[in-house]
């Protein structure tokens, strides 16, 4: 077929199957309440016409950052909605470059991006529950498969990071420092005053045999900031690159396949890009995403199926550095097992409750983790198992030094 026949054909093709107009947008919110904290998130099905003249329906997402308040003035100052934007618009357009390059065949590991408004604070995006996809629910938590497909997934973007970074396409010095680490306000407002929370809950509703327990959680701010910040420094010689941010299990979501085995994932929310250890990303998921039971009984295979899939991106992806050892990446995660533990222990709460107003996040802001928690989610069936012992470890190998 002639070059200029087959370009005939495709741009018809192409034509064919583009919107030419719409006709009517219904937008309608895509969580419930309770589900982000960050941004207002509407799913957008359009009525349109395509260019062959049929009908058809579309499906967005957007999704348009808080800017009111306490909060808002936060995202703000952290930039969100245009951090998000220059890792879908830039990041993540180099690293499809890449894998054009290496013929890398695997699905993305994000949504396509559509647009960016910066006077409305606004992203819209590709509808991934439209392809097929769903989330895990937070309540349940992520069991063994679910967990090493994303722990898998992550080695993978990180590992594209990486080259990204050693051909000058990111820098360190574009992203401010995890505010979760240095930002004493978000300390002492979320994981410090979380902790407090958690004592108060223990101590009146738990039963008497924890009142020991309740009392050695109720530490000081300014030991428990400085061990948390000391927990967190990197050495000049670790292993760093892109990090995603906030990775845990509402951020990520799940294709199946005809028997309801988990066989992709995408990772979602890159508000809070850093660049850092990458095991800051693989603690957050490890401690607010993985049921504990399976985190507990399976720490070292998951954190080896996380460098085994880091490290074959690395090679696939062709790095040229130094590529962190098993061994170190599992050092990492013990340094940073205080970090782990400490969000486990104030936020994990909030994540697997049921309620829709685990936390007043504007409140914590404005009275810095006076108020804003609800107690009640600590007396939710069945939260004494899945935290009890990760809450008694905790209090007996972390806390001795923080009164």
């Not at 995603?244 to 199946?256: E, I, L, Q, R, T």
């Not at 295979?301 to 490290?311: G, I, Q, R």
Request: proline share 4%; net charge neutral; charged share 25%.
């Amino acid at each position: 077929m002639d070059k200029e026949v087959l370009e005939v054909v495709l741009k018809k093709l192409a034509k064919e199957s583009s919107i030419a107009s719409i006709t009517e947008i219904e937008a309608v919110p895509a969580l419930p309440k309770g589900e982000n904290y960050s941004s207002n998130i509407l799913r957008l099905t359009l009525k349109v016409v395509l260019g062959n003249g049929r009908m058809a329906k579309k499906s967005l997402i957007m999704k348009q950052i808080i800017t009111g308040g306490d909060r808002g003035e936060l995202l703000k100052h952290l930039n969100v909605a245009k951090e998000e934007s220059k890792i879908y618009s830039v990041i993540h357009k180099e690293m499809s470059y890449l894998m054009e390059e290496f013929e890398d065949t695997d699905e993305p590991l994000w949504c396509n991006f559509i647009h960016y408004d910066p006077d409305l604070c606004c992203i819209l995006l590709e509808d991934l529950k439209s392809t097929g996809y769903s989330l895990v629910p937070r309540q349940k938590g992520m069991d063994f498969h679910h967990a090493v497909l994303a722990l898998r997934g992550l080695g993978r973007y990180h590992g594209m990071a990486k080259v990204l970074e050693e051909r000058g396409f990111v820098s360190k010095h574009d992203y401010i420092p995890y505010g979760f680490f240095t930002n004493l306000k978000i300390v002492k407002a979320v994981p410090y005053a979380g902790i407090l929370n958690t004592a108060k809950a223990i101590r009146e509703s738990w039963g008497s045999h924890w009142k020991e327990t309740a009392r050695k959680l109720m530490i000081s701010f300014d030991p428990f900031a400085a061990k948390h910040m000391q927990s967190v420094q990197v050495e000049k010689s670790e292993f760093t690159c892109l990090n995603h941010g906030d990775c845990w299990s509402n951020n990520m979501m799940f294709k199946y396949d005809f028997q309801k085995r988990p066989i992709a994932v995408k990772f979602l929310d890159y508000q809070m890009p850093h660049h850092n250890t990458p095991c800051v990303d693989v603690t957050n998921f490890f401690y607010l995403s993985i049921q504990p039971g399976v985190r507990r009984s399976n720490y070292a295979l998951l954190v080896k199926a996380y460098h085994d899939s880091l490290s074959s991106s690395l090679e696939k992806f062709g790095f040229t550095g130094t590529k962190p050892t098993l061994e170190e990446i599992t050092a990492t995660m013990k340094r940073l097992e205080f970090f782990g533990l400490t969000i486990f222990v104030s936020v994990y709460p909030a994540v697997v409750c049921s309620s829709v107003e685990a936390f007043d996040f504007e409140k914590l802001l404005k009275t810095d983790g006076q108020e804003g928690f609800n107690p009640d989610v600590l007396t939710e069936p069945g939260l004494i198992e899945k935290m009890g012992p990760d809450i008694i470890d905790f209090t007996e190998r972390h806390t001795h030094d923080l009164y």
